[in-house]
């Protein structure tokens, strides 16, 4: 082998060395870049979840005021959703239990996962769920109907602007149909 072979082959080997460096590093960055665009934009939630063990601790009620919750259900595909409440009133530090009903209208089994939204945006940081149905995927059997309880407090800490929120889930058929 000739000196200009080696040293062509050196450098390749320091690009390819640099490149696996780079691609390791973009992986290991790739969830904290993944956790800050689901903050700004508010899509799946993750830091109000990762912060409720902090949080549980500091449950003192606000009786001085009010916030109004509001409960909405979106479903994509063969579903009948719906909360069992519209709407309740709650002090901030209040724990709150509501429960929505779903129904698998198929005949056959079928996957499912809810994810929720939050309006105005600005609540996501400060509606904290204790016990969801949208923290897992849910198999519901042939026409079964399920009561599904959501547990949750609004943080004391609530901006004193933000009198209403609305919690909306959109519940979807996830992954290949389960077999019956």
Not at 46 to 63: F, G, H, K, M, P
Not at 76 to 82: A, D, L
Request: positive net charge; charged residues 20%; glycine residues 4%.
């Amino acid at each position: 082998m000739n000196v200009k072979q080696k040293i062509r082959n050196k450098t390749i080997m320091g690009k390819l060395f640099l490149l696996a460096v780079m691609m390791f590093c973009f992986g290991y960055l790739l969830i904290p870049m993944y956790r800050m665009v689901c903050d700004i934009t508010g899509i799946n939630i993750l830091a109000a979840q990762e912060n409720i063990n902090e949080s549980v601790s500091n449950t003192q009620i606000d009786e001085s005021r009010i916030v109004n919750v509001e409960f909405d259900a979106n479903a994509i595909g063969p579903w009948s959703f719906k909360p069992n409440v519209t709407s309740i009133n709650v002090h901030p530090g209040e724990i709150v239990n509501v429960v929505y009903e779903v129904t698998n209208l198929q005949k056959r089994p079928m996957d499912a996962q809810a994810i929720p939204s939050y309006a105005p945006q600005v609540a996501a940081k400060y509606f904290l769920k204790m016990e969801c149905f949208c923290f897992k995927q849910q198999t519901l059997a042939p026409n079964e109907v399920r009561n599904m309880p959501v547990s949750f407090y609004v943080d004391p800490d609530l901006p004193k602007g933000v009198n209403v929120i609305t919690l909306s889930y959109t519940f979807f058929e996830v992954g290949l149909k389960a077999k019956s």
